[in-house]
Each structure stands twice: as structure tokens, then as C-alpha cells.
């Protein structure tokens, strides 16, 4: 194997090349125990969605949400060296919480924002530029329900290279960000 193939595949530290940084149940995973990635999140727990009546009057039978990271951390506190990965996922919650929102869907499915939300995507965003590797990418999503997506990209001074609305009424954002060398990441706060 080349040493470009050995980078590629993994770590000379033992890290896979890809981190989802805040994978929750991840929903967007075709293969959810992918062997090429590091799911982390700050939730290890199965939950039981409520069955519900939804709008037009029928029934929505609720499930097992399952979060289950390989390792449980905060996205604002990483513990992985410095350029660590190729490619990192950023999946952060959306929506603001309250109280109704805390053991509903929205709150079990993707997490919530409480106060303080904006330092908290700062540092996020500040941690995964840290653990990317220079010349890697960083794939950012973030549904556009309650905050536009134009607000949120003010809390990293990474300048995106593209993006892609999808979703049924066209709100969620998948947006790609490259780690130019030499990039200074800045952003954390305290």
C-alpha cells in the first residue's frame, strides 16, 4: 500500500479519514457503521417517538430513534489532534428548543439550540476545521426552518466553495467548505 493510499484510508493515529462530528441517528448514513468513519456525538441513548395524528388526519406511528455514536463528545470540544481527518461532517441541531420541542421529534431526532446557540456553532465550526486535515473538506447541512442559513455562515470565517438546497420545500443546505493550507481557524470563544 502507498503512503497515499495508507493516508487515505486511516490514520497513522488510528482514526479512520472521515468524522461526523454530531451524527445523531444518522439519518443521511447509507451504511451507518461505515468502517471509514468516526461518529461522535454528545447523545448515546434510544428514544420512543410518540405515535402522532398528523395534519391532514392520519396516523403516524411512532419509532425507536437510536443514538449511538462510537464515541460521545461535544462538537465544541473534539478530542482529536490537530488535522486529524480528510473529511468531516457538520450536522448541528436547527431549531431552537423549548420546552414542547424537548421530548418531541424535532428534539429527539436532530437535538435543539437553547440559549447561547451562536457561540455554540462558532466553536463547533472552529472544531472541525481544527480536526480537518489542509486540503480537506468539511460538508456542512443545516435546514433552514427558523434561522437562515445566511446567518449561520457568518459564524465561520471559512469562506464555502459551494452548495445545494434540497428537501421538500427546498430549506435544507448542504454546503461544502475546502481547508485551504495555512488556514487560520478562529472563532473559539472564551
Known sequence: MSDREL??????LGFPP??????????????KSDERTIFVDKRNEEMQENDTTRKD???????????????VND???LPFPDETFWHVV????????TEARLNGRTGMKYGLL???WREMLRDGFA???RVLKPGGTLIFKWAETEIPVAEILKLTPMKPLYGHKSGKQARTHWIAFMKTPN???TGLSG
Do not use: Q, R
Not at 472521515?18 to 451504511?31: H, P, Q, T, Y
Not at 388526519?57 to 462510537?70: L, R
Open 7 to 12: 493516508s487515505a484510508s486511516t490514520d497513522l
Open 114 to 116: 437553547f440559549d447561547g
Open 90 to 97: 457538520f450536522d448541528p441541531p436547527h431549531c431552537k428548543g
Open 127 to 129: 472544531e472541525c476545521f
Open 18 to 31: 472521515v468524522l461526523d462530528a454530531c451524527c445523531g441517528s444518522k439519518m443521511m448514513w447509507f451504511d
Open 57 to 71: 388526519g392520519t396516523n403516524h406511528k411512532g419509532y425507536m430513534i437510536c443514538v449511538k455514536p462510537d464515541m
Open 75 to 77: 462538537f465544541t470540544n
Open 183 to 185: 488556514a487560520e481557524i
